[in-house]
């Protein structure tokens, strides 16, 4: 099975060299109003490969103005949405892109891969959560215990 152009998760969360980005940054700025998808889109892909959460999010606002636009670009653009959205920690929205995506395309590689790490992420993360619950509720016990046994 060939691989698309599409790079794997991995691959899209190696952020670009600040003179990549600026480059990228200056092309679009460039075009003002009158900015093609193919900037705008490759704009957005940059800067949802930053470490920067406030560049993603930049990022993500592009691709949804894109996806919004030009339908012809959703593809590209649900993949990245997932990608920004895995980035920041929104992995409920990255799913629903994600999604969304393997819905049309149920053996692409890319989705499939980004899937598995959303879904390794939010176990990591509820497995994290019932860590924290079970510690607050063991310390209020140890507490209550306490106030209890200095009432006696």
């Known amino acids: ?21 600026d480059v990228l ?11 093609t ?16 959460n406030r560049q993603v999010q930049e990022g993500i606002q592009l691709l949804t103005e894109i996806y919004m636009d030009s339908p012809e670009r959703r ?13 920041i920690g929104n992995l409920s929205d990255a799913k629903k892109f994600n999604s969304e995506l393997l819905r049309h395309e149920p053996r692409n590689e890319q989705a ?7 879904d390794e992420k939010v176990s990591k993360e509820g497995t994290i959560g019932l860590a924290i619950v079970g510690g607050v509720v063991t310390l209020g016990a140890a507490i209550l215990t306490a106030i209890l046994k200095k009432k006696n």
């Open 25 to 35: 940054r200056k092309q679009y700025l460039k075009e003002g109003e009158y900015v």
């Open 75 to 87: 593809r590209e653009c649900l993949y990245y949405l997932a990608i920004g959205h895995y980035k």
């Open 37 to 52: 998808i193919q900037t705008k889109f490759n704009y957005a892909w940059s800067l949802i490969r930053s470490a920067d």
């Open 1 to 21: 099975m060939t691989r698309t152009a599409m790079p794997m998760a991995q691959e899209a969360e190696l952020p670009l060299t600040p003179a990549e980005l």
């Open 112 to 118: 499939l891969d980004l899937e598995r790490r959303i």
